[in-house]
């Protein structure tokens, strides 16, 4: 490590823990072995700080911030796991289930999804808010993939695996709030796509049922998780 | 002056139904109508999905037989995929359905039927249902639930859990079958053959209490007489020999005489001849068979049904009961109340047919699928359910996603004679302005004989308690009988 580096300590969850001063609280965290519920994040992929499942409680700061996006301070006292955290983030959880038409016992992921998972680990038995049922399209196109906007919580992992890992930039954003919608080229069929290279990096890193191969039937897309982490190393090994 | 006396829900069976008995000037039924009052839509909601969910989407249309929905589902797939599923996975497939027709059957007998049987059809509610029996024939009730029991377990142990597996998918199964589960499941066979042996002796001879082979001394004899006891057409699936065939076969249909009206119907035709007939009053359609017409071409599906149309069931205890069960008429069985003999025997089929099944040296082969995208743009499956056929059409698009389905399930195709095995047993039993409780349970034991799932047909859940009510046609209830 550089000298240079000017190491910060601060709390978190009542432990003292040091940090290197450009670090999120997220990974100082994660190194000191706090766990922090993630859905958007994905290390090796640019923080982007869309689910707000990683939001912390910082003494003194009245609002809720995500840990993903908020670097670390001197004498910070973090808290990851408070009744209020816990409250939001059931909360916000309730309101994915209910935006788009996530039915788990017929989705291919079954099983291997992270919103699933999520849902199970902070104990959502109900969704409170009421179901919006939108009428989305299933984008059956492509040669390899499908993409279920269903199934899609706009975590935008496929676009940025898609711009900073393959560089293809196939995929991006359209729309806002909950008009936002996952597009291939320039909003055109993901199988008339032409920057594509079908290398399947969105598809494993999607945490849902969103985006899966072809021929999948019920609960068998399971996602290769190494797959990221692999890619970054190597190429960190190479640079 | 007429009146009106409605029964809803109606008890004991799958779903939510609804009956309606027309009372004329005498005091006796004019009109009676089965009604099926919710409605949930599965055709249209499958629309824009992957055709690859179709199997476990239109599982969820029941709890109780579901692997049939998977498998007709799923067979629809395979010709969308246009393969043909390796021996393993239509072994392990077929032997997952011989499951649930097990546990099923023993569900629809031991759970909902046999208490009638046991304690009488006037006996007190309270008192009539599988704890009652629990405490007048421990053995028999027990005997029932080791059977389901077993049912489950076999879909558990091929398909990984016991309702809604996902195991059953388009071009075959998921996982193959160990040595270890086959062996556990054919050890348990033995067991279970003794207790539906059992049952049936049991059942044949509570219907000649007396030792008399005559079933006019039967003390049922009222009932075999009025439930649903009409001319109909029987339809079933059997294989190239005529042997009973819950999987694969081409349709047959047989009239009241037993004889062939139309055999070796392709599924994938059966447009040609099965059509629906819609009535306003009810969400469950009317389908008849196409060349009689409506309502001509009524028909019964099946246990009854299944054993009326085929030669013979093809295993060597179930043929033997079988050749006593032609015993019970010179054609056709025509009493909807040997719906529960039949299920018997098919109890007994399943069993044997099991054994043989899991005794194929393929049957722990590793192919159980095989792979293709959609090749077709259509596709038709076909499949026995506990309750009769199930015929699921799905349409695609290019890509393989759904764009227009059509279900006509078992309870479907019963609509009809169950129609008018209500006005049967209505008229025979249900007299005057006082309705007793024993004559609206035999109205429901009508409908109960061909255990209906209503949660398949139309799609309904959930039960309430029984009401019934006498209305004149002002609406001024002159008669309410509640059953909580």
């Known amino acids: 490590m550089s000298s240079s580096v000017k190491i910060k300590t601060l709390t978190i969850d009542e432990r003292q823990v040091g940090a290197r001063e450009n670090q999120t609280i997220l990974e100082v965290a994660r190194e000191n072995g706090i766990k922090i519920p993630t859905l958007c994040y994905l290390k090796g992929l640019s923080p982007y700080g869309g689910c707000r499942m990683c939001i912390v409680e910082i003494a003194g700061s009245p609002k809720l911030l995500p840990s993903c996006m908020t670097t670390v301070e001197e004498g910070m006292v973090v808290s990851t796991n408070s009744d209020r955290i816990k409250k939001y983030r059931k909360n916000l959880l309730e309101l994915y289930f209910s935006e788009r038409n996530h039915v788990c016992s017929v989705c291919a992921s079954n099983g291997y999804c992270e919103l699933q998972s999520m849902a199970q680990k902070v104990e959502m038995s109900h969704v409170h808010f009421p179901y919006m049922y939108p009428h989305l399209d299933v984008d059956a196109t492509h040669e390899r993939y499908v993409l279920d906007h269903n199934r899609c919580i706009a975590c935008t992992r496929c676009v940025r695996v898609c711009d900073e890992i393959e560089g293809a930039h196939t995929l991006d954003i359209k729309d806002r709030g909950i008009e936002v919608r996952i597009i291939t080229d320039l909003d055109r069929p993901w199988g008339e796509s032409e920057t594509c290279t079908q290398c399947g990096k969105c598809v494993h890193v999607c945490p849902t049922g969103a985006l899966i191969e072809r021929g999948k039937s019920v609960g068998e897309m399971s996602k290769r998780k190494q797959l990221l982490p692999y890619l970054t190393k190597m190429r960190e090994a190479h640079e | ?484």
């Open chain 2, 1 to 484: 002056m007429s009146k009106t006396i409605t029964i809803e829900p109606i008890t004991r069976i799958e779903g939510h139904g609804k009956i309606t008995l027309m009372l004329n000037d005498s005091g006796t039924v004019d009109n009676a109508l089965f009604q099926v009052t919710q409605f949930r839509g599965f055709e249209k909601l499958s629309e824009g999905r992957r055709f690859r969910e179709m199997p476990s989407l239109m599982a969820r249309v029941c709890g109780i037989c579901p692997v049939a929905h998977l498998i007709a589902g799923a067979k629809a797939c395979d010709n969308i995929l246009a393969v043909k599923v390796p021996e393993t996975g239509s072994l392990i497939r077929q032997a997952i359905n011989l499951g649930q027709i097990v546990q099923s059957h023993a569900l629809s007998f031991f759970y909902l039927s046999v208490p009638d049987l046991v304690m009488g059809f006037d006996a007190k509610p309270m008192e009539r249902n599988i704890l009652g029996v629990l405490k007048k024939n421990p053995q028999m009730a027990s005997d029932g639930i080791r059977l389901r029991k077993f049912g489950q377990t076999i879909i558990e142990l091929l398909a990984g859990k016991r309702v809604h597996p996902a195991a059953i998918i388009a071009g075959g199964v998921s996982d193959p079958c160990s040595v270890e589960v086959r062996d556990k499941i054919l050890s348990d066979i033995p067991e279970m053959m003794r207790i539906v042996q059992r049952n049936l002796d049991w059942y044949k001879q509570a219907l000649n209490q007396n030792g008399s082979s005559s079933l006019r001394v039967s003390p049922f004899v009222e009932e075999i007489r009025s439930f649903a006891n009409m001319k109909s057409l029987f339809m079933g699936l059997v294989n190239d020999d005529g042997e009973l065939d819950f999987y694969d076969g081409k349709i047959r249909f047989v009239d009241s005489s037993r004889k062939i009206v139309a055999d070796r119907l392709d599924p994938a035709d059966y447009q040609n001849y099965i059509a629906e007939h819609v009535e306003k009053w009810t969400y469950l359609k009317f389908p008849y068979y196409k060349p009689m017409g409506y309502p001509k071409g009524m028909y019964r599906v099946g246990p009854l049904a299944r054993l009326n149309v085929i030669d013979r069931c093809g295993t060597p205890q179930a043929d033997l009961e079988l050749s006593e069960f032609r015993g019970l008429s010179s054609g056709a069985v025509l009493s909807s109340f040997y719906y529960h003999h039949a299920r018997l025997i098919e109890i007994l089929y399943s069993l044997e047919k099991l054994e043989q099944l899991l005794s194929e040296p393929a049957f722990t082969g590793n192919k159980t699928r095989a792979i293709a995208g959609p090749n077709n743009l259509e596709g038709i499956g076909m499949a026995e359910a506990p309750r009769g056929t199930l015929i699921h059409h799905y349409k695609v698009n290019e890509y393989g996603v759904m764009q227009w389905a059509n279900l006509i399930i078992a309870s479907g195709h019963n609509n009809m004679a169950m129609n008018h095995g209500i006005m049967q047993v209505a008229r025979h039993f249900v007299k005057g302005e006082k309705i007793k409780e024993g004559m609206l349970n035999r109205v429901e034991a009508v409908i109960r004989a061909f255990d209906p799932c209503l949660s398949c047909s139309t799609h309904a859940a959930g039960k309430m308690p029984l009401q019934i009510e006498l209305a004149r046609p002002d609406g001024e209830i002159v008669h309410r009988l509640t059953r909580s």
